[in-house]
């Protein structure tokens, strides 16, 4: 009997092709080039009702599309998303004078021009850009409106005042004591000195250890007691007791 003959080899079938319809793009957002520290634009005065506000406007336009957003200009209009006009009538810094922010955007004005959008009327505006990956960076917020004054605010500048943290409340605390201290107090040398510390970096083999109020005050009392004369002796004996 004669055997059939396979002219081929038969192929694999090939599994069905199936289209990955892309991710759309949504506001995503960066504080690296962040200042709350500028004339007009701090926030000391903002209570939390101000922060809550300006934290669900951020999620809400979060939740938008790009693409969508900027071509349709009935939902633009509505987040007065628009780019910033530098020529603007009394507008208090030009785009040059935002220097902390990386040359490679500030100067490049086609390709990263600014933008601002609203919080809401009250709470003013988020200001701008975004970058080669689709970020926005988020450059100053505008609780009064004075990047671009208007005649709702009769194109008037008004006063912020400067948010402070504990840290930098704390520091003033202190500079304000050592400013009041007499001439032949040594608080002042001391301070003088620990802030040239910081400004040129720790010397080699130095650490910054934060402890507790007991570990502080008994360590103080047993250099106070001749039972050691530095910090560094009660460590090594610590180690020496661990065996380490």
Same mark, same amino acid.
């Given at each position: 009997? %004669?055997?059939?003959? %396979?002219?081929?080899?038969?192929?694999?079938?090939?599994?069905?092709?199936?289209?990955?319809?892309?991710?759309?793009?949504?506001?995503?957002?960066?504080?690296?080039?962040?200042?709350?520290?500028?004339?007009?634009?701090?926030?000391?005065?903002?209570?939390?009702?101000?922060?809550?506000?300006?934290?669900?406007?951020?999620?809400?336009?979060?939740?938008?599309?790009?693409?969508?957003?900027?071509? @349709?200009?009935?939902?633009?209009?509505?987040?007065?998303?628009?780019?910033?006009?530098?020529?603007?009538? @009394? =507008?208090?810094?030009?785009?040059?004078?935002? @220097?902390? =922010?990386?040359?490679?955007?500030?100067?490049?004005?086609?390709?990263?021009?600014?933008?601002?959008?609203?919080?809401?009327?009250?709470?003013?505006?988020?200001?701008?850009?975004?970058?080669?990956?689709?970020?926005? @960076?988020?450059?100053?917020?505008?609780?009064?409106?004075?990047?671009?004054?208007?005649?709702?605010?009769?194109?008037?500048?008004?006063?912020?005042?400067? /948010?402070?943290?504990?840290?930098?409340?704390?520091?003033?605390?202190?500079?304000?004591?050592?400013?009041?201290?007499?001439?032949?107090?040594?608080?002042?040398? =001391?301070?003088?000195?620990?802030?040239?510390?910081? /400004?040129?970096?720790?010397?080699?083999?130095?650490?910054?250890?934060?402890?507790?109020?007991?570990?502080?005050?008994?360590?103080?009392?047993?250099?106070?007691?001749?039972?050691?004369?530095?910090?560094?002796?009660? =460590?090594?004996?610590?180690?020496?007791?661990?065996?380490?």
């Amino acid at each position: 009997m %004669l055997k059939p003959v %396979l002219d081929r080899t038969p192929t694999k079938s090939r599994l069905p092709v199936v289209d990955v319809a892309p991710v759309p793009r949504r506001f995503v957002f960066s504080f690296r080039y962040f200042r709350h520290d500028w004339e007009y634009f701090g926030l000391g005065s903002k209570d939390s009702g101000w922060f809550s506000a300006a934290l669900e406007k951020l999620m809400e336009i979060s939740t938008k599309e790009y693409d969508t957003l900027m071509s @349709n200009p009935r939902e633009k209009g509505a987040w007065r998303l628009h780019e910033i006009n530098w020529d603007a009538k @009394n =507008i208090p810094y030009k785009r040059n004078d935002l @220097n902390w =922010i990386s040359s490679n955007y500030l100067h490049n004005t086609d390709e990263f021009p600014f933008f601002q959008f609203q919080i809401t009327k009250a709470h003013g505006r988020v200001i701008g850009f975004w970058d080669e990956t689709g970020v926005f @960076n988020i450059v100053l917020l505008d609780p009064l409106h004075n990047m671009q004054p208007s005649a709702y605010t009769d194109y008037k500048l008004r006063d912020t005042s400067l /948010a402070r943290s504990d840290y930098a409340a704390a520091i003033a605390s202190v500079e304000a004591a050592i400013s009041s201290c007499s001439d032949d107090c040594q608080c002042r040398a =001391i301070y003088g000195d620990i802030q040239d510390a910081l /400004a040129h970096g720790l010397p080699p083999h130095t650490m910054l250890v934060s402890m507790s109020d007991d570990i502080f005050d008994r360590s103080a009392k047993c250099i106070a007691d001749g039972l050691a004369q530095t910090l560094s002796d009660i =460590i090594d004996t610590g180690l020496k007791d661990l065996q380490y």
